[in-house]
C-alpha cells in the first residue's frame, strides 16, 4: 500500500536534509500555509478572529509517494535557492518551484540525485 507524505522544510539553510521512506517518489513542491499559534493560547471565538492566510506561515513542503511496506529510511539532500542565486554544479536535479508571501519570494528546490528518473537541468 502506498500513502502520500508531507515533509516541510523547516530549515533554512542549505543542504536541506531530510530522512524519507527508501524508494519515496516525490510528487509535488509547494508552499502550505499553516496557522500561527494564537498568542493568547485561545481558539478563536468569533468569525472575525479566524486566522487569515496574511497572518499563516507558509512552509516549503515536499509531497511524496511512499510505500508502507518500506521498512528502511533514506537521507535526501535537497538545495533550495532563490531566483538569481548561483546553482550549485552538486545539486543537478530540479524538483521544483513555489512561491511565497504573495509572490516576493521565489524558491527553486534542486537534489543531488535523480528521484523519480528526473534528468539533470
Known sequence: MKEI??????SQSNPIIINMPEGAIIRDFQT??????????????????IVTIVRDLEVPTIWAEVDLNSTK?????????????????????YIGTTQMYQGALVLHLYSNRAYNNQEPK
Open 73 to 93: 529510511t533514506e537521507e535526501r539532500k535537497f538545495w533550495m535557492v532563490g531566483t538569481g542565486i548561483l546553482l550549485r554544479a552538486d545539486f543537478p536535479y
Open 5 to 10: 507524505w508531507k515533509f516541510p522544510i523547516e
Open 32 to 49: 502550505q500555509s499553516v496557522p500561527k499559534p494564537n498568542p493568547l493560547g485561545e481558539p478563536p471565538k468569533k468569525q472575525s478572529q
